[in-house]
C-alpha cells in the first residue's frame, strides 16, 4: 500500500511498539491519527488504563497527531472476558488474546476508523522474529488484515527500542505488558482466582502444564480436581479443530503451532484435523488456538477440538 498522503488511524496503545509504529508512519508522510482504544476492567483489580492512555496522549503529543479514544468496553466485556469466563466454566483453556484482536483490535477499532473515513488502520504488533504475534492474529479475517499496516511488523525488539530513541518518544524505556490483552499487570490466574476462588485447581491449569514437577492430562470442573501425570502423554499424530478461519488454501499448510511460545511442527491439515509428521512434542489443550503456516507465512487458524 502507497503510504503518502493516506489516512491512517493507529492504535496507541500507550506502549513503545505503537508509539513507533505511529512515528514511522508519519515519517513517510501518511495523515497519522493515534487512537487509544479503552477496554473493560475488572472492578477492584489494579487498572492502569488512565496511565497507559496519558502515555499515548503524550506520544501523539510528541509527533503532533490528532489523539482520540475509542471505548470498546462493551465489545471487550462480551467477546473476551465473557467468552474467556464460560470457557474456563466449561473446562477448556480460551484464548483470549486471539478474541481480542479479532473483535476489539481488529473489530471495533477497524469499524471505527473506516465510519472515521480512514484507508487502513495500523498496530504495533510483531508478525515476524523472536516477537511473532501472528499465533493470536489468525481469527482476523481477511479483509481486515489486508486493511491494516504492520509498521514494526518485520523487526526485533532492540530495532524498535533503537528507533524509539531516535524519535525522542517518551515511551522509549518503558517496559513491555505482560498480562491479558489490555488488563495490563493483571495475570490471568489472577484474575480468575478473582472470579472464581483459589479453591479449583481444574479452572486454573491447563492440559500439558507442569504442576509441581508432574504434568496435568485431565481436568474435571464440576469434581475441581486435575489428574497428573510424572510423564507426558505423547504419541498423538493429530489435533482436531473447529472455528477455522483462512488466509489461504487449508492444503498449503505445512507445519502448525498450537501453543503460543510452543513448537512449530510439520504437518498437514486434512479437513477439521492436523496430522503431524511425527507424535507431537506437547499435549493439546481444548480451547486454545492451533496455528497454521507455509513457510513462515500465516496461512490460518481455528480453536482446538476436545
Request: net charge neutral; proline share 5%.
Amino acid at each position: 500500500m502507497e503510504i503518502r498522503g493516506k489516512k491512517i488511524y493507529v492504535g496507541l496503545s500507550g506502549g513503545v511498539d505503537s508509539a513507533v509504529s505511529a512515528a514511522l508512519l508519519k515519517k513517510q508522510e501518511a495523515d497519522v491519527t493515534g487512537v487509544f482504544i479503552k477496554g473493560w476492567y475488572p472492578p477492584g483489580m489494579p487498572c492502569t488504563w488512565a496511565s497507559e492512555r496519558r502515555d499515548a496522549m503524550q506520544v501523539a503529543a510528541r509527533l503532533q497527531i490528532p489523539f482520540l479514544t475509542l471505548d470498546a468496553s462493551a465489545e471487550y466485556k462480551k467477546h473476551v472476558i465473557d467468552y474467556l469466563l464460560a470457557e474456563y466454566r466449561a473446562g477448556r483453556t480460551p484464548n483470549p488474546d486471539v478474541m481480542c484482536n479479532r473483535e476489539v483490535k481488529f473489530g471495533a477499532f477497524y469499524r471505527f476508523a473506516k465510519e472515521q473515513g480512514a484507508d487502513a488502520i495500523a498496530t504495533g504488533h510483531y508478525r515476524a522474529g523472536e516477537k511473532d504475534q501472528s499465533y493470536f492474529l489468525w481469527a482476523v479475517p481477511k479483509e481486515i488484515l489486508e486493511e491494516t499496516i504492520f509498521p514494526v511488523g518485520k523487526m526485533e525488539k532492540s530495532a524498535v527500542r533503537a528507533l524509539a530513541k531516535k524519535f525522542n518518544l517518551p515511551v522509549a524505556e518503558k517496559k513491555d505488558s505482560q498480562g491479558i490483552c489490555f488488563l495490563g499487570s493483571v495475570s490471568v490466574k489472577e484474575f480468575l482466582e478473582k472470579e472464581f476462588g483459589s479453591d479449583n485447581p481444574a479452572l486454573l491449569y491447563t492440559i500439558g502444564q507442569k504442576v509441581m514437577g508432574e504434568y496435568v492430562i485431565g481436568k474435571d470442573v464440576e469434581k475441581k480436581e486435575i489428574r497428573v501425570s510424572k510423564t507426558r502423554i505423547l504419541g498423538a499424530h493429530e489435533v482436531r479443530f473447529s472455528e477455522e478461519n483462512w488466509f489461504s488454501d487449508s492444503g498449503t499448510a505445512t507445519e502448525a503451532q498450537y501453543r503460543y511460545r510452543g513448537p512449530r511442527v510439520a504437518g498437514h491439515v486434512e479437513g477439521d484435523r492436523f496430522i503431524s509428521s511425527a507424535p507431537l512434542p506437547e499435549a493439546s489443550a481444548p480451547g486454545q488456538s492451533i496455528v497454521f503456516y507455509c513457510s513462515g507465512e500465516l496461512v490460518g487458524g481455528g480453536i482446538i477440538a476436545g
